[in-house]
């Protein structure tokens, strides 16, 4: 069963910088193949919902939640099937629960479109 699994959250002063790591085990499930799938990084702040943060295709196209465009950068390393989140700039407003997910294709920004979601890491930002 392929699993994902979140790390590099913590508590960090507004301005300033964290770097998520998501990282993939379980791969000969299925034959499934790191490198062939788009991934999503997702956050959820408490009494929220869940908002698509960030996508990264199999090509390593990026694309962006309006509200982080300009200070978060998603990329990929397949080697090490691992998806990252540099996340510089932070605001208090950026704290949440921040998860990854697996596309597997349909509307991009919902959710329930994602599979095999770890169980996420924490982010706080102070003021």
């Known amino acids: 069963q392929v699993q994902l699994k979140e790390s590099g959250g913590g508590l960090v002063q507004a301005g300033g910088s964290l770097r998520l790591s998501c990282t993939a085990s379980?791969?000969?499930?299925?034959?499934?193949?790191?490198?062939?799938?788009?991934m999503g990084w997702f956050r959820q702040a408490p009494g929220k919902e869940r908002e698509l943060v960030a996508t990264?295709?199999?090509?390593?196209?990026?694309d962006y939640a309006d509200s982080v465009k300009g200070r978060f950068t998603i990329s990929r390393d397949n080697a090490k099937n691992t998806v990252y989140l540099q996340m510089n700039g932070l605001k208090p407003e950026d704290t949440a629960v921040y998860s990854c997910?697996?596309?597997?294709?349909?509307?991009?920004?919902?959710?329930?479109?994602?599979w095999g979601w770890g169980k996420g890491t924490l982010v706080t930002v102070s003021s």
């Open positions: 379980g791969l000969t499930f299925g034959g499934f193949t790191f490198r062939r799938w788009a």
């Open positions: 990264i295709s199999s090509g390593s196209s990026t």
């Open positions: 997910a697996i596309y597997s294709g349909g509307n991009v920004e919902d959710a329930i479109n994602y």
